[in-house]
């Protein structure tokens, strides 16, 4: 029988309780125990980036962290990032610049992006592709999403938050 435990986080700016087999990754219990699929099932191994969510504002592989890590930390993932019924700027831009096309890689390019962002406001493009080169996009949307963080990026009075 696996062990469960009682973990507490903060997801997507709510406190959450809630008990899980130890043994549990994020991606699971964000999928299946709280509904929230943004953060998708890529390669199952973490290279692929598409369970990407932000741990503490740093994204991390969903599929590669056990739940316990979480427990006293903050978690985002891509359905954090609208608020109010409001489309984050970067969500916007991705609408504006087409930058998707299956939209699998979306909500972890887009959680990329936001970290990258809050770290460094005014990015350089080389910058920009650092960064989002750790999320494989097989759309060959590239282009275009590197447009859309630096159409963000330009309004400097915008911050990511």
């Known amino acids: ?54 741990l503490d504002e740093r994204p991390v592989r969903a599929c590669r962290t056990p739940l316990w890590q979480v427990a006293g ?25 087409g930058a998707f096309q299956c939209g699998y890689c979306t909500s972890a390019m887009l959680l990329t992006a936001w970290a990258l962002l809050a770290e460094n406001p005014k990015p350089s493009r080389p ?3 650092a960064a989002m080169d750790h999320v494989l996009c097989r759309c060959g949307a590239h282009q275009r999403i590197l447009a ?8 400097a009075s915008r911050r990511p938050s």
């Open 148 to 155: 859309a963080v630096e159409a963000v990026a330009a309004q």
């Open 73 to 97: 930390k903050s978690v985002m993932t891509v359905e954090g990032l609208a608020q109010d019924g409001k489309l984050h700027p970067l969500q916007q831009a991705f609408i504006d610049h």
């Open 1 to 54: 029988m696996d062990a469960k435990s009682s973990i507490t986080f903060t997801l997507n700016g709510k406190q959450t309780t809630l008990e899980a087999d130890d043994d549990r990754t994020l991606l699971w219990v964000l999928r299946t125990d709280l509904e929230l699929t943004g953060a998708r099932y890529g390669c199952g191994e973490g290279p692929c980036g598409a369970c990407t969510v932000l």
């Open 127 to 129: 910058q920009i592709v």
